[in-house]
């Protein structure tokens, strides 16, 4: 089956939510009024290892560490580890991150939710016509990232979630299966608005809960067709999806578990000897298949990024790099035999203006927190002073690493 036809089998099967409604039961009745439309919600899924869809509270559920794709930048959750209890945290983060990149006080994702007026909504409803002068600078890949989960989360408010997550139950949690980014735009609009929301269309939503299709296990390949659907994962997600799907071919046990490895990239590199973890015979076509690709040799290509240096490997992950930028790269480092003091001394340079802007900003911050703590907001200022401690101590690690380079070149 083409990457085409697979897309099209998706679609047709989202169609079904449409086309064949049928009666849910009790669990499914209450889940009418938070975020899916109505007629998509009185539905079974025509996959037998699929449930009936239920609204399950967002808080209950934690993502799937192996999930080839990463929606959130490595810095952020270095800080903050990605579970329910932290999001508000990474989100608070990430707006001050993205302050900082457009030196801007005032960045605020509500407007955007909302649907109302923004500078970027301003800047696209101008043309050459209405003498609009100077060139908005692109926005980093750090606002990028934030904008799409973002435009997600307002698409998802604005005409509710047309595909529900799927979930895996285990005890009293739930583990993503698909829908990351989903789950973590119901938590932006939580966070925002609450329950009992008034959508633009007049329905209330229940932001706390959202509606997933229940599955007995992760299947990686269930994975990879949804992700390859949308064609829009980066190079080095696929790279972690070929890893995780040669793992399941050559069998789990043989490798060592994801929490036991020393880092995210050092699990999925286990399988980067192509002579020792071959391709089993009669499933390379299916390998294929799943990875959407046509070409043994694209196959080698993303297999080979596993072995990439570590700061190469997350900076590719977060600026969406493609595969080729990544090999070439990858290939004017091999050739660099020592790093001059220049450029040492420039990044000991950089890391030494980000502490002090870094400082600075949350100085400000935390001196209107602390102005007038309450009894409910003294544990949110903790946090945000035991995160800034934590960023501090990492910032400082980088400029001592920067000192070491320098005297070592």
């Not at 500078?119 to 101008?126: L, Q, S, T, V, W």
């Not at 938590?187 to 959508?199: A, E, S």
Request: aromatic share 6%; with cysteine.
């Amino acid at each position: 089956m083409s990457s085409r036809e697979r897309r099209r089998k998706i679609q047709d099967e989202e169609n079904l939510l449409y086309a064949n409604p049928n009666t849910l039961d009790p669990k499914t009745a209450d889940a009418i009024g938070f975020g899916l439309g109505e007629l998509a919600m009185e539905i079974a899924a025509a996959d037998s290892e699929y449930q009936a869809i239920e609204a399950i509270n967002i808080g209950d559920i934690q993502p799937n560490a192996m999930q080839p794709r990463h929606s959130v930048p490595h810095d952020l959750t270095d800080l903050y580890p990605l579970t329910p209890d932290n999001i508000v945290d990474i989100f608070e983060r990430w707006i001050i991150e993205v302050q900082l990149e457009k030196s801007q006080n005032d960045f605020d994702v509500t407007n955007y939710l909302l649907g109302e007026t923004t500078e970027r909504g301003d800047r696209a409803e101008k043309d050459e016509s209405d003498g609009a002068s100077g060139i908005a600078l692109a926005a980093s890949t750090k606002e990028d990232a934030l904008m799409k989960l973002v435009d997600l989360a307002a698409s998802i408010r604005r005409d509710g979630l047309s595909n529900p997550v799927s979930l895996v139950h285990h005890g009293d949690r739930y583990e993503i299966e698909t829908g990351e980014r989903r789950w973590l735009a119901y938590h932006m609009l939580y966070w925002k608005f609450g329950d009992g929301d008034l959508r633009p269309d007049g329905s209330r939503v229940n932001w706390s809960r959202i509606p997933a299709r229940l599955v007995n296990r992760v299947d990686v390949w269930r994975q990879a067709s949804e992700n390859n659907a949308r064609d829009n994962l980066n190079a080095i997600s696929r790279a972690r999806q070929l890893a995780v799907l040669l793992m399941d071919l050559h069998g789990w046990p043989n490798f060592t578990a994801y929490n036991e490895c020393d880092n995210e990239q050092a699990f999925y590199a286990q399988v980067a000897d192509g002579a020792r973890w071959r391709i089993p015979r009669g499933h390379g076509e299916r390998l294929l298949n799943a990875m959407g690709m046509t070409d043994a040799s694209q196959l080698r290509q993303y297999r080979a990024l596993l072995r990439l240096p570590e700061e190469l490997w997350r900076k590719g992950d977060d600026e969406n790099l493609s595969e080729g930028e990544l090999r070439k790269m990858k290939s004017a480092l091999a050739t660099v035999t020592r790093v001059t003091k220049s450029a040492s001394g420039k990044r000991k340079k950089d890391v030494v203006s980000r502490l002090a802007v870094d400082a600075g900003q949350w100085r400000k911050r935390l001196r209107k927190e602390i102005s007038s703590p309450t009894t409910d907001t003294r544990p949110k200022l903790r946090r945000l002073i035991e995160s800034e401690i934590r960023q501090l101590l990492r910032l400082m690690t980088e400029l001592d690493e920067s000192e070491a380079t320098v005297h070592s070149a």
